[in-house]
């Protein structure tokens, strides 16, 4: 047997390891970099909206999905349920009206409005976050007990990274 066969050998296999070690490298890098994008700018949102009435109907809602106002021009936030596409809830804040919020009610057409003047309990901090493409995130709290228009809405919401 000649030794440049055993060299040429150990040499493929050293390559093929080269290869793996390479490939369980950039999986890594791609893993952590996904995880450290999340943490930064992944979008959580916990709580749930309760209402009850005969105008807004009774039901609990959880949102998963939220979106920046910034997308449709105005200060504050949307929220949607992936389970239910029949709800949906906006809070905002405008400079001539005041704060409010808007809940979409299943077999409804249109939402119901209740202002800052409407409700005992009406907590809202909301912040800015980081401009992802050209869309400004939004994140904060939302803490509310509202009744109008033949209903009550209550419930608490936080929320971070809505873009």
């Excluded at 105008?55 to 349920?81: H, K, L, N, Q, T």
């Excluded at 389970?83 to 299943?106: C, M, N, W």
Aim: aromatic share 12%.
């Amino acid at each position: 047997m000649d030794l440049d066969d055993r060299s040429k050998g150990s040499r493929k296999a050293a390559g093929r390891y080269l290869w793996v070690v390479l490939v369980v490298i950039g999986i890594g890098v791609f893993v952590c970099a996904n995880m450290l994008w999340d943490s930064l700018f992944g979008t959580s949102i916990n709580g749930s909206i309760i209402a009850e009435g005969s105008e807004v109907g009774s039901w609990v809602f959880a949102p998963d999905i939220c979106e920046s106002g910034f997308r449709r021009s105005f200060y504050g936030v949307r929220m949607f349920s992936s389970h239910d596409s029949h709800l949906a809830f906006v809070y905002v804040e405008d400079p001539t009206q005041g704060r409010s919020i808007e809940v979409k009610v299943p077999d409804k057409d249109e939402g119901y409005r209740f202002f800052e003047k409407d409700c005992g309990t009406f907590e809202a901090s909301v912040q800015t976050g980081a401009l992802i493409n050209s869309v400004r995130s939004i994140g904060g709290t939302i803490n509310l007990s509202c009744e109008a228009q033949g209903g009550r809405v209550r419930g608490s919401l936080r929320f971070e990274n809505c873009h």
